[in-house]
Nanobody, 122 residues
């Protein structure tokens, strides 16, 4: 069973940067697409970024495009989300996910982590 654990969240000020990490255990995810999502209180979970199994293709939500970079290190079974110029509206619980769907970007994700809280103060 694949297990995903996020880390790197915290309380930061507007304009700061954070690097979120997600490490998988149980099996390698090197052939699967990885993604990041977030959910703020009272809102639906929303897509943030995704990276293909090869790392050659990425996609970002408009809200983070230009401020964020998703990357993967398959040797460490880890995917990262570097977030710069953080804004209060980036405050949310951030989740990583794995998609077995070979289509990119995938239509659905199959495994999810428990999330890490990011809070951006103004």
């Amino acid at each position: 069973q694949l297990r995903l654990v996020e880390s790197g969240g915290g309380l930061v000020q507007a304009g700061d940067s954070l690097r979120l990490s997600c490490t998988a255990s149980g099996r390698s995810f090197s052939t699967w697409t990885m993604g990041w999502f977030r959910q703020a209180p009272g809102t639906e979970r929303e897509f943030v970024a995704t990276i293909s199994w090869s790392g050659k293709s990425t996609d970002y939500a408009d809200s983070v495009k230009g401020r964020s970079t998703i990357s993967r290190d398959d040797a460490k079974n880890t995917v990262h989300l570097q977030m710069n110029s953080l804004k209060p509206e980036d405050t949310a619980v951030y989740y990583c996910a794995v998609a077995r769907d070979e289509h990119f970007p995938p239509d659905e994700y199959d495994y999810w982590g428990q999330g890490t809280q990011v809070t951006v103060s103004s």
